[in-house]
Each structure stands twice: as structure tokens, then as C-alpha cells.
């Protein structure tokens, strides 16, 4: 029951955001979507290496602040460790989104392929390409 509320909650997240945009990959022009592309890439290593400093690093204030790193390893060690190894990112959607605080954000909805399973990693990146959140299913 808990993953169909989560598949749900994902796919009207989707739904809002591309209606909200207007189209698909309605990205302000402060973004250029191969850089969004690669920065979720590399930000999914930084996960599958369980380095989760890297990704405190990157962020913004709000979400350096957000996590101590004992509890991203707390919240994202199972993951990783159920999973097993990565195969690849078996999808990607990108989108552009204005926030309440009337910024410009990159949506990045990725699902990767594991030996023992998926993961959807739903990562948004603000206007200074820092990462603004950082979810997994």
C-alpha cells in the first residue's frame, strides 16, 4: 500500500509540475538542460558512493542546514545497501518549476536500475545550479 501511495504522490508530482511549466522541459533560461542532466548524474554517484559529504557540498544553505551527515547515512545506507550495485538510469525527466519564494528551479525525476531493484531519485537544483532537495523512493 505504501509504494502505491508513493507511485501515486510521484506521478501527480509530475503531472503538477509539467502544468505548471506549460511543457515539458520548460526550464528558465538561467538553466540549460544537459547541465541539469549531468549535475543529477553526478549527484546519484555521489549516492551510490555513499558520499553523502559531496552532496552536503553542493547544496544550498537550506538544504546544507537540512541534514547532519550521520543522518543522511542513517536515511540513505539502506537504500543503497538494498539495492545492490548500480546498472544505470533507466529514465529521466526534466523540468523547470517557479517556487513559492518566486525563485526558478530544476526538477530532475531519475529512476536507476540496481542488481536488486530501482530507485527514483527526485532531485531539484535552484537558480545557482546548489541542490535544493534531494528525495528517494
Same mark, same amino acid.
Given at each position: 500500500?505504501?509504494?502505491?501511495?508513493? #507511485?501515486?504522490?510521484?506521478?501527480?508530482?509530475? $503531472?503538477?509540475?509539467?502544468?505548471?511549466?506549460? &511543457? @515539458?522541459?520548460?526550464?528558465?533560461?538561467? #538553466?540549460?538542460?544537459?547541465? $541539469? +542532466?549531468?549535475?543529477?548524474?553526478?549527484?546519484?554517484?555521489? #549516492?551510490?558512493?555513499?558520499? /553523502?559529504?559531496?552532496?552536503?557540498?553542493?547544496?544550498?544553505?537550506?538544504?546544507?542546514? &537540512?541534514?547532519?551527515?550521520?543522518?543522511?547515512?542513517?536515511?540513505?545506507?539502506? /537504500? $543503497?545497501? @538494498?539495492?545492490?550495485? #548500480?546498472?544505470?538510469?533507466?529514465?529521466?525527466?526534466?523540468?523547470?518549476?517557479?517556487?513559492?519564494?518566486? +525563485?526558478? /528551479?530544476?526538477?530532475?525525476?531519475?529512476?536507476?536500475? /540496481? &542488481?536488486?531493484?530501482?530507485?527514483? %531519485? &527526485?532531485? $531539484?537544483?535552484?537558480?545557482?545550479?546548489?541542490?535544493?532537495? %534531494? %528525495?528517494?523512493?
Amino acid at each position: 500500500m505504501k509504494k502505491i501511495l508513493c #507511485f501515486i504522490g510521484t506521478i501527480l508530482f509530475i $503531472v503538477m509540475t509539467a502544468a505548471g511549466c506549460g &511543457s @515539458k522541459n520548460d526550464l528558465a533560461d538561467c #538553466f540549460n538542460e544537459e547541465t $541539469v +542532466r549531468a549535475e543529477t548524474e553526478k549527484a546519484i554517484a555521489h #549516492f551510490n558512493d555513499k558520499n /553523502y559529504q559531496a552532496l552536503i557540498d553542493e547544496g544550498n544553505t537550506v538544504f546544507i542546514d &537540512s541534514l547532519s551527515l550521520d543522518q543522511w547515512q542513517e536515511t540513505c545506507d539502506p /537504500y $543503497v545497501d @538494498k539495492a545492490g550495485s #548500480f546498472e544505470s538510469i533507466d529514465s529521466m525527466v526534466i523540468a523547470g518549476q517557479k517556487g513559492n519564494d518566486g +525563485r526558478d /528551479y530544476a526538477v530532475a525525476i531519475a529512476v536507476a536500475k /540496481y &542488481s536488486d531493484g530501482k530507485i527514483q %531519485f &527526485s532531485i $531539484v537544483f535552484d537558480d545557482e545550479m546548489k541542490l535544493a532537495q %534531494f %528525495f528517494i523512493k
